[in-house]
């Protein structure tokens, strides 16, 4: 009997901590398992599941006192990703199995009583934690393997059961070192913005929201299209970058939401909440360590809120701080975790309760129209950069004239401007002009007075508040990207000002 170390990976968001398994097994006294390190309830079952997994793999479990001890002591365990590792280490301990392929070597997987090894979440944000932490080598359960190698620098190995992992570690047997062929899925066909007719503004401002990374709002009765254009504009956007692909599914890893397969997330996502979810559902949140909400989901996306006042105030509030800063932070019982956040907001509404095909039709009282749209606060709306009212569908645009652009000649448009933002920036480590400070924009990049005379006379009138004025400056820049100019003139502060107009209630 000895004392043996096995490694393991506590997750806390999407950072993770590596945890020291170590098992000490002493001959004498009566049989007992002890789990010590802030274990939650899930873990303490461990002992249990541990147990039954390896005598079903026809090992003994040692017959004496076993002490398992997960270091940092004074961080919170939780979940079922250490049962693999808590299985080894006992056996080690026990001088069932050699200790040599243990070392460096992180395991990750729930164990079910007969020894089969189940995938559980986290698994891609945990190899890229052991990784940092120096660690060469992890055995996973064989369904994450796909998953797992897209940690490069670190030899991920797939294992069906416990009994795999037991004759590897005693040299009789390999793992698998290869995810298997993906099923092919049936095809999902993208979603083209030649179906959308007519509403050359909503268009419009579409591709200038693609092209800055700006938030927008679209106002309008329904049947106007409004939700057709928020679905495709992920198909204006390029393509994640590795890094950005990497933190994406990384999410979606804790999340749950990765198809084995083909785990990689390499397009931005797209996210639309029911107006009836939770402040949790929509921000991130549950007991114990909270989860990633719709607004994580959608990080490096777009987080689509049909029939936006609709949510109510508290929902729509909870944003806020998330627009700001491109993240979230989520105080529970047992810590503080951080989530990305950082998604292009689509905010879509009718104007009134009754939502007539037509302003003419509307029957709703003034103030039943302003306690409506007034949903939308004052503060929310200041960091939503684009607003448009789409216009009602007639017959004539119905049998339609020349066909309208379709997805890919506006994407080119986008990808080209969003180039030239992407070197303007590059130095200073951002991607789009929607990310750039406003005092960057008015200090480094200030534009002449004649430029922003319209912008300056809404400053002093009250008409744009601080925030908005540097919301319009992006804007501005952006609108000059696609227009091939190298500096924002004064047409493109007028525009980018037109864009910022509240609809009167």
Known sequence: MALRRTWAVALFGVDGR???????????????????????????????????????SREDWPQSCVTLALSPAALPKAGTSYDLALACAVLAGAEQVPPRLLEGTVLFGELALDG??????????????????????????????????????????????????????????????????????????????????????????????????HHLLLVGPPGTGKTMLARRLGGLLPDLTRQEALEVTAIHSVAGELRGGAPLVSAPPFVAPHHSTSVPGLIGGGSGLARPGAVSRAHRGTLFLDEACEFGPQRLEALRTALEEGEVRLSRRDGTLRYPARFQLVLATNPCPCAPSRDADCHCAPQARRRYFGKLSGPLLDRVDLRVDMRPVTAMTMRGGEPPESSEVVRARVARAREVAAERWSERGWRTNGEVPGPVLRREFGLPGKVTALLDRGLDAGAVTARGADRCLRVAWTLADLDGRERPEAEHVAAALAFRERRPA
Do not use: C, F, Y
């Not at 009566?30 to 005598?55: I, M, S, W």
């Open 18 to 56: 590596l945890v020291e398994i170590e098992a000490d097994v002493r001959r004498g006294g009566l049989p007992n398992v002890q789990l010590l390190g802030l274990p939650d309830t899930a873990l303490q079952e461990a002992k249990n599941r541990v147990r039954a997994a390896v005598q079903n």
């Open 116 to 213: 089969r090894i189940r995938s559980v979440r986290g698994l891609l944000p945990a190899l890229l934690a052991a990784r940092r932490e120096g660690v060469r080598r992890a055995v996973v359960p064989v369904e994450g393997l796909a998953e797992g190698q897209l940690v490069d620098g670190l030899e991920v190995l797939g294992a069906h059961d416990l009994g795999e992992v037991i004759g590897w570690l005693r040299g009789q047997a390999e793992l698998a070192d290869r995810p298997a062929e993906p099923t092919a899925g049936q095809a999902v066909e993208a979603e083209d913005l030649v179906d959308v007719l007519g509403q050359p503004e909503a268009r419009w401002a579409l591709e200038v929201a693609a092209a800055g990374g």
